[in-house]
C-alpha cells in the first residue's frame, strides 16, 4: 500500500511537469510575438468566444477584480492552504488515532500473554 | 472550466441558474440529512470539501500548452453521494467568482452545472457501475474521479458550444473548437486528479474504515447498508 501510495505521488508529478518539455510552442501571436505559454484554458475559451462571434460583448463585468496578478496569486495559495491545512488535521487526527488504537491493543495482548523475558 | 463572468448570453446564463437551483436545495437537504443521522461524518465531509479547494486551486500545466485545473468534486461524491457535492461546489466557485474574478455570478449557474452536478454524477454513477462488476475498488476511485473530472469540462465545452455555434459549422465545429481547448488539456489533469483521489481513498479504508462502512457507497457489497 505504501509503495503504490509513493507510485501516484509520482505519477502526479510527472504527469504535472512533463507537459512543460513536451507541450507544443504557442503560435505566435497577430503582432508577430511568441504566444503566451500556459495560459489559462479559460482565457482560451474567451478568446474563442471572440473569434465564433466577434459581436458579443460581455453584459456583466466581475464585481471586484483582483488587484494584480499576485494578489489573484494570492488568493488561490489562500484557497489551497485553507484546503491542505484541514486535510492535515483530519490525516494528524486519523494516524494517531490509529496509533493509540495499535499501542492498546498491543498493551492487552502483552498482558494476556507475559513476555518472556 | 469557469466560464467567464458576462461570457454566456442573458437567456443561457438565465436557464443554467434556474436549472441548478433544484440541486443546490436537494445537495443541502442531504448534507444536512447526513450530518443529523451520523455527526461523526463531518469530519470526512471537511475533507472532502478541503480535497476540492486544493484541486480547484491548483492550475496544472498540459500537454496542449495552456493551464487548466482539477475540480476535486469526485471524492465528496463517491462518499457523500453526488448531490452532497452541489453545495460544497457552489462554495469553491462562489469564492473564486467574488474574490477572483474566475467564473462570475451571472455564469455561476452554468458553472455550477457542469462542476457540482454532471461531474459529480457521473462519478458516483460510475463509482456504483465499477462496483457491481466487481472491479477492485483503486480502478473504480479511479475511474469515477477522472472521468467525472472529463465530463465537466465536456459540459462546459457543450454549453459554450450551444451558446455560441459556429457561423460557419454551426454547433458541431464550435463543440470541436471548445472541446479542444477544454477536454483535450484536461486529459492529464483527469487522470491526476484519478490518482490523487486514489490516494486519499487509500488513507480512508485504512484510517477511517469504520467511518466508511456507514457511507451509502462504500457500505460492504452484498450487504444492507
Keep these: 500500500m505504501k509503495k503504490q501510495n509513493w507510485l501516484l505521488i509520482i505519477a502526479v508529478i510527472l504527469l504535472s511537469a512533463l507537459p512543460l518539455w513536451f507541450a507544443p510552442q504557442p503560435a505566435p501571436g497577430p503582432d508577430g510575438q511568441p504566444g503566451e505559454a500556459f495560459g489559462g484554458a479559460d482565457g482560451r475559451a474567451q478568446q474563442a468566444i471572440g473569434q465564433v462571434a466577434p459581436g458579443y460583448e460581455p453584459w456583466f463585468t466581475p464585481l471586484i477584480e483582483p488587484a494584480s496578478g499576485e494578489i489573484a496569486s494570492l488568493l488561490f495559495a489562500l484557497q489551497a492552504a485553507l484546503g491542505a491545512g484541514v486535510i492535515g488535521y483530519w490525516l494528524g487526527c486519523v494516524v494517531t488515532r490509529d496509533r493509540w488504537r495499535r499501542k492498546t491493543e498491543g498493551q492487552t495482548k502483552n498482558e494476556e500473554k507475559p513476555r518472556a523475558d | ?225
Design chain 2, 1 to 225: 472550466m469557469h466560464i467567464m463572468e458576462g461570457f454566456l448570453p442573458v437567456e443561457h446564463a438565465l436557464g443554467w441558474s434556474i436549472a441548478s437551483a433544484p440541486f443546490v436545495a436537494l445537495g443541502l437537504r442531504s448534507v444536512r440529512r447526513q450530518l443529523n443521522e451520523r455527526p461523526e461524518q463531518r469530519m470526512l465531509l471537511g475533507v472532502a470539501a478541503a480535497f476540492s479547494f486544493v484541486l480547484s486551486a491548483l492550475k496544472l500545466p498540459s500537454v496542449t500548452g495552456s493551464c487548466s485545473h482539477p475540480t476535486g468534486v469526485g471524492l465528496g461524491a463517491l462518499l457523500f453521494g453526488p448531490l452532497a457535492m452541489v453545495p460544497v461546489g457552489l462554495v469553491v466557485l462562489l469564492f473564486q467568482a467574488l474574490l477572483l474574478a474566475h467564473g462570475g455570478l451571472t455564469t455561476l449557474g452554468a458553472n455550477l452545472f457542469s462542476m457540482a452536478i454532471v461531474g459529480p454524477l457521473v462519478a458516483a454513477g460510475l463509482f456504483r457501475l465499477g462496483r457491481r462488476l466487481g472491479l477492485p475498488l483503486a480502478a473504480c476511485v479511479f475511474a469515477a474521479a477522472s472521468l467525472g473530472d472529463l465530463a465537466t469540462y465536456l459540459t462546459t465545452s457543450l454549453q459554450l458550444a450551444w451558446a455560441f455555434p459556429d457561423p460557419a459549422g454551426g454547433f458541431a465545429a464550435s463543440l470541436l473548437k471548445f472541446g479542444g481547448i477544454f477536454a483535450i488539456t484536461q486529459i492529464p489533469l483527469a487522470i491526476s486528479e484519478g490518482l490523487l483521489t486514489v490516494l486519499v481513498v487509500n488513507a480512508l479504508t485504512r484510517f477511517n474504515a469504520e467511518e466508511l462502512r456507514h457511507l451509502p457507497l462504500f457500505a460492504p457489497q452484498g450487504k444492507q447498508a
